[in-house]
């Protein structure tokens, strides 16, 4: 099986530890088993998968994603 291409969300207002955990806790529970990777420092989110699914995920929890690459 081939690895997925990661959409990588910028989210400016993930801004603490806590912030992590929510959008971690919500992807985990919407989009289970999909990979993803949460950069704290770079208010950075990657994402394999359905990049409007995981959009609206982030959003969802609280968040404002925009779409880096």
């Known amino acids: ?3 997925q291409p990661k959409t990588v969300f ?3 207002d993930m801004s603490c530890n806590h912030c992590v ?3 971690k ?3 985990e ?3 289970p088993g999909v ?3 949460i950069d704290l420092g770079a208010h950075t ?3 394999a998968g359905d990049k409007a699914k995981a959009e609206a995920v982030i959003r969802d929890a609280g968040y404002t994603p925009e779409v880096v690459k």
Do not use: C, K, P, Y
Request: aromatic share 4%; hydrophobic share 50%; charged share 20%.
């Open 1 to 3: 099986m081939s690895e």
């Open 10 to 12: 910028n989210v400016a």
């Open 21 to 23: 955990g929510t959008i």
């Open 25 to 27: 806790s919500a992807l």
């Open 29 to 31: 529970s919407e989009m």
């Open 35 to 37: 990979d993803f990777e």
């Open 45 to 47: 989110v990657s994402v």
